[in-house]
């Protein structure tokens, strides 16, 4: 009998140890699995424009031009297509439930433009619609220079409907905010609006709107070249008649 419990007692600790070891390999990949995602970097070259959405902007009540942004759908696709039903408006017959007549609240010259809080219109609302917040999706792109549209948040997976637009390179900003689009035309827009007077919390003095937004379908998704954008127009499109 002692000997049948040596036995059974020494195969249970073999067992045990087997388990043990096995939990830890499981571990170490997940962890080394994690590290390569966050790491990873799509190359631009490979990067498929699957949308575009269109801003317009309005400064106290003057039409400044158009911003035309192409979303990475098949790259951050949970990213875009809240960006675009946003643009599209109307949200669950919601018409308040998008960005139109919504306001660029930031201003932070050579750095960014922030808009997107469809709610308070200061930065300190916002919704999704996923709900209030949603999760980071990724961090595959990177703020390597101006024009990449990027998640405003306050935090780790604390994404709504505030987005930003870079005017400068801002890799600091990488692995903590989502970058999902990029602009590809109308830089020169976005340059006016960083251009404009700022109180001491960087709001605009004039009061800058999305007058009109919408979504472009792209019938066939193309390879985003970098370069190719209209990156010193003024004013990208016709203004709109009133």
Request: hydrophobic fraction near 35%.
């Given at each position: 009998?002692?000997?049948?419990?040596?036995?059974t007692m020494g195969c249970r600790?073999?067992?045990?140890?087997?388990?043990?070891?096995?939990?830890?390999?499981?571990?170490?990949?997940?962890?080394?699995?994690?590290?390569?995602?966050?790491?990873?970097?799509?190359?631009?070259?490979?990067?498929?424009?699957?949308?575009?959405?269109?801003?317009?902007?309005?400064?106290?009540?003057?039409?400044?031009?158009?911003?035309?942004?192409?979303?990475?759908?098949?790259?951050?696709?949970?990213?875009?297509?809240?960006?675009?039903?946003?643009?599209?408006?109307?949200?669950?017959?919601?018409?308040?439930?998008?960005?139109?007549?919504?306001?660029?609240?930031?201003?932070?010259?050579?750095?960014?433009?922030?808009?997107?809080?469809?709610?308070?219109?200061?930065?300190?609302?916002?919704?999704?619609?996923?709900?209030?917040?949603?999760?980071?999706?990724?961090?595959?792109?990177?703020?390597?220079?101006?024009?990449?549209?990027?998640?405003?948040?306050?935090?780790?997976?604390?994404?709504?409907?505030?987005?930003?637009?870079?005017?400068?390179?801002?890799?600091?900003?990488?692995?903590?905010?989502?970058?999902?689009?990029?602009?590809?035309?109308?830089?020169?827009?976005?340059?006016?609006?960083?251009?404009?007077?700022?109180?001491?919390?960087?709001?605009?003095?004039?009061?800058?709107?999305?007058?009109?937004?919408?979504?472009?379908?792209?019938?066939?998704?193309?390879?985003?070249?970098?370069?190719?954008?209209?990156?010193?127009?003024?004013?990208?499109?016709?203004?709109?008649?009133?």
């Amino acid at each position: 009998m002692c000997a049948l419990a040596k036995e059974t007692m020494g195969c249970r600790i073999i067992f045990v140890c087997a388990i043990a070891i096995c939990i830890i390999s499981c571990t170490d990949a997940t962890k080394n699995k994690s590290k390569v995602q966050k790491n990873e970097r799509d190359d631009s070259k490979d990067l498929l424009v699957t949308k575009k959405v269109w801003l317009d902007i309005e400064v106290d009540d003057e039409y400044l031009g158009r911003i035309t942004i192409g979303l990475f759908g098949e790259t951050v696709p949970i990213t875009s297509q809240n960006f675009a039903a946003l643009a599209r408006g109307n949200w669950k017959n919601d018409q308040n439930f998008g960005y139109k007549n919504s306001m660029i609240h930031r201003v932070v010259q050579d750095f960014v433009i922030q808009g997107g809080d469809i709610t308070v219109g200061d930065g300190t609302g916002g919704k999704s619609i996923y709900g209030p917040v949603f999760a980071d999706e990724n961090f595959h792109l990177s703020h390597k220079g101006p024009g990449w549209v990027s998640m405003a948040n306050s935090g780790p997976d604390t994404n709504n409907s505030q987005f930003f637009i870079t005017m400068n390179k801002a890799r600091w900003l990488d692995n903590r905010h989502v970058v999902f689009g990029k602009v590809l035309d109308g830089m020169g827009v976005v340059n006016q609006i960083g251009d404009l007077e700022v109180n001491d919390y960087a709001y605009p003095k004039k009061i800058v709107r999305i007058s009109d937004c919408g979504v472009e379908r792209v019938n066939e998704p193309f390879v985003f070249k970098e370069g190719e954008e209209q990156r010193n127009s003024t004013v990208a499109n016709t203004p709109k008649k009133k």
